[in-house]
């Protein structure tokens, strides 16, 4: 059995990370990483909106109800595309479309009527609400959830896309200074920098090509050595 692929968790917050579950979105042959409900279940696991053994019964009742499982496999992947072009719209400084924003306000009610209070032992908290088990859209409502905590707490010019021609990956930038520039350093941030040095060590040796070229003295206008006659001048 293969290993499950390892989510990028760099969004900065749970929605934009589920937008970027698609990889190299930009180039000719972006990757789908949620081509089966199992894989939502394993993102879902990885980002800790499941524990194991909520994500172990997902997985069995998916197998169990796949007709439904696919429905909500669908409803995450247009969910995903939606909120991938409200944040890469709002980095680019344009507003959401009535059309998008109604979209996520329909999400975010059917994620709010299976909220419930809690209480715990260290106090109160939100909670999904569930029956015999975790619900097959658990994962799809806590994304919608975030997306509107997400929008009503990041300030515009804080979100941003990975500048990267084949990337564009989506992300809060959450560094005190606010110059976050890469999806992550380990990824796009790495490969940039690696260019840039092999670019200057290509401009570097361009460069001193020339100036050896430059300060070569042609054979035809080197001094005569010895006794041998004077060239005539080439005026």
Known sequence: MSRPWLFHRTGGTLCLDLANTVSW???ERPIERLPEYGDLVEW?????????SAARALRREARRQP????RVLARARALREVIYRVFAGLADGRPPSSADLGYLDREFHDAWA????GQTSSGFRL???VDDGPALALPLWAAARSVAEALTAAAPDRIKTCPASNCGW????TTRSGTRRWCAMEACGSRAKAREYYAR?????????SL????????????????TKTPVSDR
């Open 127 to 129: 909670t999904w609400a």
């Open 67 to 70: 007709v439904a499982a696919a």
């Open 25 to 27: 979105r930009r180039s």
């Open 201 to 209: 060590r290509r401009r570097g040796r361009r460069a001193r090509r």
């Open 44 to 52: 879902a696991r990885q980002s800790g909106v499941l524990t194991p």
């Open 114 to 117: 299976h909220v419930r209070l």
């Open 212 to 227: 050896d070229q430059a300060q070569a003295v042609p054979v035809s206008r080197r001094r005569p050595t010895g006794r």
């Open 170 to 173: 989506v992300f809060i930038d």
